[in-house]
């Protein structure tokens, strides 16, 4: 073997060996899950179903630390699509990649406090902990891939659920209690079920019954109107369309 050769196969090794490195220092966990929501309008059941992809990163957990901040936080970060419930007559409703701002108007406190967002969902599922240090939420998220079979969810735990009062007007937008669609649609509209599952499918493409505007929409924010806490909530495109929209196995 020539010297230059030699040089060639000792860089390729040593790239080799920080990539693998790399990946032990910071791995990547995804977890496939589909969820369902089965709302009751006027008797008639209506179904959203939806798969989507979580990417949870890892890093050293003192990591975070570096400049005196705080240690690093453990996220997940949603790839797919928001999950859609066609409601017929009464519109769209959206499960959004965000953590609910309803208020209790009795303390003025956030009224779901157990909920989570997509990202953070599998966590919430199965009890385990929403705030974690990265090892321990990798850890976790390894260990969630051995879960099988659909599990019921608590409407309480469920990421944040919007409507657009006029579909065509971005500026419509209001976040509703899924433990009382009636507030906002009339007494003979319920949300009845939920549920999780791991899954194997592909993630899901983006609904049919979204609008143009929605469909084309980039990076926008969408600003509302809210209760006791604050004055307003904002959330953005990314919550209804999570980042690369999901890996290709």
């Known amino acids: 073997m020539t010297p230059f050769r030699k040089f060639v196969v000792v860089c390729a090794a040593i790239f080799a060996a920080l990539y693998v490195a790399y990946l032990v220092i910071f791995p990547t966990v995804y977890l496939r899950y589909r969820l369902t929501l089965d709302v009751d309008v006027d008797g008639v059941t209506h179904t959203g179903s939806g798969v989507v992809e979580i990417a949870y990163h890892g890093m050293p957990d003192w990591l975070g630390g570096i400049g005196g901040g705080a240690q690093a936080h453990f996220i997940g970060e949603m790839r797919g699509y928001a999950i859609t419930v066609d409601l017929g007559a009464r519109g769209l409703l959206f499960v959004v990649d965000s953590y609910p701002f309803l208020a209790d108007p009795r303390t003025g406190r956030i009224a779901l406090a157990n909920a989570a967002n997509l990202g953070m969902l599998p966590f919430a599922a199965y009890g385990l902990s929403q705030s974690q240090l990265p090892s ?11 879960k099988k079979g659909p599990v019921d969810l608590p409407l309480e735990k469920l990421p944040m659920i919007v409507r657009f009062t006029d579909i ?35 993630v899901s493409p983006m609904p049919k019954s979204w ?19 604050w004055s307003f909530v904002t959330i953005w495109t990314s919550a209804f369309k999570g980042d690369n929209h999901g890996r290709d196995h």
Request: glycine share 4%; hydrophobic share 35%; proline share 5%.
């Open 136 to 146: 321990t939420g990798i850890a976790h998220a390894r260990a969630l891939r051995e």
């Open 168 to 202: 065509n007007d971005r500026s419509t937008i209001e976040e509703l209690d899924p433990r009382d669609l009636a507030t906002a649609y009339g007494a003979d509209v319920r949300l009845v079920h939920a549920e999780f599952e791991f899954a194997a499918d592909p």
């Open 211 to 229: 609008p143009k505007w929605l469909s084309e929409d980039k990076a926008s924010e969408y600003r509302f109107s809210h209760q006791e806490l």
